[in-house]
């Protein structure tokens, strides 16, 4: 009766590289959700939390944690985080810098707890972010050759992702790689030490390497800035359709939706956008939700437009058919832009209007 979440999140059609993996993630995902439906039966409406209002479609909502989903001072977080999502994705631990600061000599402790807790949880764990420019290890920015940055990259991948094999079935392989100023010749990052030494094939390789250390894992590509149609999505577009065609094993497209309350669906045409990324076979997830508030309208207005925009965005991703919902965080405390308190719970953890946005659009959006 759960298959529908696992068909949710292995739901790419007409995929040509044949690499999903939807089978094992299928599993895992109603395994996950199995017992979680079983253990709290949705109540009514009003009183559903948005995982059950998320589990009653068979559908995936989830958040970024740190570690303080541990604290025992705060436990609303860690318990928040357990009632209201069924994925979680490390919002820091398991960058290149923090996981394997010393070449080979990989730091697992964090991330195999948070692998405990999202087992404990029946939550989905996903892997952020295997190839990035920013936060590195020192010694990457020292490395001076292409060969030697190609092999420290892959070893990089191949030690994170065996690791995690057959526990973490989603990857972000590789992030922010399109040039916020893209258009050609040259749409890829330039302040990217793999785009200089290695140049865009980095990308590729890093799939590739990323599939062989678990043939089962989905892999995505994931950026910012890219919900709409916009030079830069017009460049990942073009990206992703030449991996493909390419036979390249990618899975998905990440689009991580870090807007403010004025973003606009509709002006930015972004279903239009998700459904050209869904044409070519590829799943899409909105992966890093936040919404800030701006200017110097009343807070109950400024509320309110945010709750808008949250439900836009999630109506969108429902109707284009992504298989997950993610955002940034859980309450604004510990936000990446806590001063613009862009999240669904307030820093009180009580739920915002938001909060009730996402759930009413959960409940009344057609299957
Ligand atoms: C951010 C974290 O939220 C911060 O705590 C950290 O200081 C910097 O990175 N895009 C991404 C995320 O893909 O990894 C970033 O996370 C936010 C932007």
Same mark, same amino acid.
């Given at each position: 009766m759960h298959t529908s979440l696992g068909q949710s999140l &292995? #739901? @790419? +059609?007409? $995929? $040509? @590289? &044949?690499?999903?993996g939807a089978a094992a993630l299928t599993a895992l995902a109603c395994a996950a959700l199995t017992s979680s439906a079983q253990a709290v039966p949705p109540g009514p409406a009003a009183e559903m939390t948005l995982r059950q209002a998320a589990e009653a479609r068979g559908f995936v909502i989830g958040g970024a944690i740190n570690?303080?989903? *541990? !604290?025992p001072d705060a436990p609303d977080l860690g318990e928040g985080v357990a009632r209201e999502y069924n994925l979680v994705v490390t919002e820091n631990t398991m960058k290149w810098g923090s996981i394997n600061? %010393? +070449?080979?000599? *990989?730091?697992f402790s964090l991330a195999d707890l948070f692998l405990k807790y999202a087992d404990k949880n029946k939550q989905i764990l996903k892997g952020h %972010?295997?190839?990035?420019?920013? #936060?590195?290890? $020192?010694y990457v920015g020292n490395i001076e050759t292409k060969e030697a940055l190609i092999t420290e990259m892959k070893n990089h991948i191949i030690g994170v992702v065996t690791h995690f094999k057959g526990k973490?079935?989603?990857? !972000?392989?590789?992030?922010? @790689?399109?040039?916020? %100023?893209?258009?050609?010749p040259n749409p890829y990052r330039e302040n990217s030490p793999f785009i200089k030494l290695?140049? +865009?094939?980095f990308i590729e390789i890093a799939f590739r390497t990323a599939h062989e250390a678990d043939p089962a894992a989905k892999l995505y590509y994931n950026d910012y800035n890219?919900? &709409? =149609?916009?030079g830069k999505s017009d460049a990942m577009y073009q990206m992703v359709k030449s991996l493909l065609a390419k036979g390249v094993p990618i899975n998905g497209v990440g689009f #991580? %939706?870090?807007?403010? /309350?004025? *973003?606009s669906v509709e002006h930015t045409r972004m279903k239009e956008n998700l459904e050209r990324f869904r044409k070519l076979g590829l799943d899409v997830q909105l992966t890093e939700v936040d919404v800030e508030l701006k200017g110097d309208a009343p807070m109950t207005d400024k509320l309110k437009k945010q709750a808008q925009t949250y439900g836009d965005l999630l109506r969108v991703c429902l109707e284009v058919k992504c298989n997950a919902f993610i955002m940034w965080g859980y309450t604004d405390m510990y936000s990446w832009r806590s001063g613009s308190k +862009?999240? =669904?719970?307030? /820093?009180?953890?009580k739920p915002k209007p938001a909060y009730f946005a996402l759930r009413d659009v959960l409940l009344n959006t057609p299957k």
């Open positions: &292995g #739901q @790419s +059609p007409g $995929k $040509k @590289s &044949g690499v999903l570690a303080n989903v *541990f !604290d600061n %010393t +070449p080979g000599d *990989f730091n %972010t295997l190839v990035w420019h920013e #936060q590195l290890p $020192k973490v079935p989603i990857w !972000d392989v590789v992030n922010e @790689s399109i040039s916020d %100023t893209a258009g050609n290695i140049g +865009p094939e890219v919900e &709409g =149609i916009n #991580q %939706t870090h807007v403010d /309350m004025n *973003f +862009p999240l =669904i719970f307030d /820093m009180d953890y």
